[in-house]
């Protein structure tokens, strides 16, 4: 999944806009933002393989 744009009340990805629960302080970058994605995808991934 690959993090297109980000603002204080959501993020993009090329699939879809997912808004966060409460709006952000302050905007992060698309990098950052890339980087949160990535690891939660590797934690699911791993609490899956552990069930």
Same mark, same amino acid.
Not at 30 to 48: A, E, H, T
């Given at each position: 999944?690959?993090?297109?744009?980000?603002? !204080?009340?959501?993020?993009?990805?090329? /699939?879809?806009?997912?808004?966060?629960?409460?709006? $952000?302080?302050? %905007?992060?970058?698309? !990098?950052?933002?890339?980087?949160?994605? /990535?690891?939660?995808?590797?934690?699911?991934?791993? $609490?899956?393989? %552990?069930?």
């Amino acid at each position: 999944m690959k993090v297109v744009k980000v603002t !204080k009340e959501y993020f993009e990805t090329e /699939d879809e806009k997912v808004y966060f629960f409460e709006p $952000l302080d302050r %905007e992060i970058s698309v !990098k950052d933002m890339q980087k949160i994605v /990535d690891v939660n995808k590797k934690l699911i991934k791993n $609490l899956i393989k %552990e069930k």
